[in-house]
């Protein structure tokens, strides 16, 4: 069975700042590997995807995501956090075979100062 | 549609009475999900179709929910005799096939509360 980890509930960061939000996976089989974000009352939007081709993977809105076999991670990265990006964050990981099972982590939620 | 759609967007039950949430995947979409998402929480797998087969639904938590897709389009998620525990937002996702890597798109979601 797979499952996500997702190091740190909140994440505060200034405008302009990194952002490094954390996840890290447990899977019996090579996985794919999402990135969503959550704006308030709304759905869940795709960010980027891991399906085993490039380790890294951009993303939309400026994000991007490396897998790291070695290190079960698969981090998501923003270079300078803009005060659009404050959302919730979830990572979640998927068996290749079986798409229905997708396991999601509790999420991060990424607030950004002025 | 242009995306997955959910009606009703937000419900307020009182405890004991049933509700249907209604979910519109994307037109041409073969796979349908429903996940339940608990305050703080990330979403649950609830239940799984390809067209109009329920091919997983491992994930119901009592068999007080129920979901079907009878025309392998429109799906409704339905719970009977709801309890407090239910209150959650109910997401619809849909993709393409159930083919790897295939991208799920979600719904805005259902709120669900139960008093």
């Known amino acids: 069975a797979q499952s996500v980890t997702q190091l740190g509930s909140h994440v505060s960061v200034s405008e302009g700042a990194l952002v490094l939000l954390r996840c890290n996976y447990s899977?019996?089989?090579?996985?794919?590997l999402f990135w969503y974000v959550q704006y308030p009352n709304q759905g869940l939007q795709l960010l980027l995807k891991?399906?085993?081709?490039?380790?890294l993977v951009k993303g939309i809105n400026g994000f991007e995501a490396e897998f790291k076999k070695s290190e079960t991670s698969f981090h998501l990265t923003k270079p300078s956090a803009h005060m659009s990006d404050a959302a919730e964050y979830f990572c979640?990981?998927?068996?290749?075979?079986?798409?229905?099972?997708?396991?999601f982590g509790a999420g991060t939620r990424l607030t950004v100062k002025p | 549609g242009a995306g997955v759609s959910q009606s009703p967007r937000y419900k307020v039950a009182k405890r004991g009475q049933d509700v249907a949430l209604r979910c519109d995947p994307i037109?041409?979409?073969?796979?349908l999900f429903w996940y339940q998402q608990a305050l703080g929480q990330g979403p649950e797998f609830l239940t799984y179709?390809?067209?109009?087969?329920?091919?997983?639904k491992s994930g119901l938590p009592s068999d007080r929910f129920f979901a079907e897709r009878p025309e392998g389009s429109v799906s409704t998620l339905k719970i009977q005799r709801t309890q407090q525990e239910d209150s959650a937002v109910y997401l619809c996702?849909?993709?393409?096939?159930?083919?790897?890597?295939?991208?799920?798109?979600f719904g805005e979601g259902s709120w669900l509360t139960v008093v």
């Open positions: 996702a849909s993709s393409f096939t159930q083919g790897v890597g295939n991208t799920i798109y």
């Open positions: 899977s019996s089989v090579p996985p794919y």
């Open positions: 891991y399906t085993s081709a490039a380790t």
């Open positions: 979640a990981v998927s068996d290749p075979y079986n798409n229905n099972d997708m396991r």
């Open positions: 037109s041409g979409h073969v796979s």
């Open positions: 179709f390809q067209n109009e087969a329920q091919l997983d």
